[in-house]
């Protein structure tokens, strides 16, 4: 079965400009989850999704933004690119959450962004 | 505030021993508590789930513990090796119904052989 699959793996941008990062998730996995990663704050969610519906969003600017689409891949936009938003973006996929139980996230190989 | 700490930021201990770290974590009460091991220039990794009815999880080398009057959480490599060599992070999900996990800073471990 395939992995979680990110595109593209590294992405250069200048400020002011905007990005869109993709995420297909491993088949049959329909809740996508997004993360920020830089040395200085860890991993720091940014949202998720479960049937094309955001269910949680982190604590992050509106100018970051998502989707998904019904055959569960998805993307993340952001918008007016600040220096600050250079890290790695991950995405991580999983199944269905059931009897509340949380499920194991198997996660991409991320997206690395530089804003110059 | 809440947050989650992991012990120190790295670790370098002699192949063979026992590597041992720490994710404390104050204002959460989470049902579960993960553990990934993550590469550089890949995602995390998956490695073991402890419920917070659960004293104790082994997985081959592995073991975790999960005290929830401490609000901690220990990870035990034992017999390590240099392809233990990562750095660990551990994960929390804040409460049921949230769709989301809390990750710890990371504690980078290096094995020296």
């Known amino acids: 079965k395939a992995g979680v699959t990110q595109t593209p793996r590294y992405l250069i941008k200048t400020r002011g400009q905007q990005v869109t990062l993709s995420c297909s998730p491993i088949?049959?996995?329909?809740?996508v989850s997004w993360y920020q990663q830089t040395p200085g704050q860890g991993l720091q969610f940014l949202f998720e999704y479960f049937s094309e519906t955001q269910r949680n969003k982190g604590n992050f600017p509106g100018r970051f933004s998502g989707r998904q689409f019904s055959n569960s891949r998805s993307e993340m936009n952001v918008s007016t690119l600040e220096l600050g938003d250079s890290a790695l973006y991950l995405c991580a996929s999983s199944l269905t959450q059931t009897d509340g139980v949380k499920n194991i996230q198997y996660f991409g190989a991320g997206t690395r962004l530089s804003v110059l | 505030s809440q947050k989650i700490e992991q012990n120190s930021e790295a670790l370098n201990i002699q192949e063979g021993k026992t590597a041992t770290l720490t994710c404390n974590y104050t204002?959460?009460?989470?049902?579960?508590l993960q553990w990934y091991r993550q590469d550089p220039g890949r995602g995390p990794v998956f490695l073991l789930l402890?419920?917070?009815?659960?004293k104790e999880k082994r997985k081959e080398r592995l073991k975790v513990t999960f005290d929830t009057t401490l609000k901690q959480s220990l990870f035990h490599i034992t017999a390590s090796q240099p392809a233990d060599s990562a750095t660990y992070l551990c994960a929390l999900d804040p409460g049921s119904l949230t769709y989301k996990y809390i990750f710890g800073t990371g504690t980078r471990l290096k094995v020296l052989a």
């Open positions: 204002n959460y009460s989470p049902a579960y």
């Open positions: 402890i419920r917070e009815n659960e």
């Open positions: 088949s049959g996995h329909r809740s």
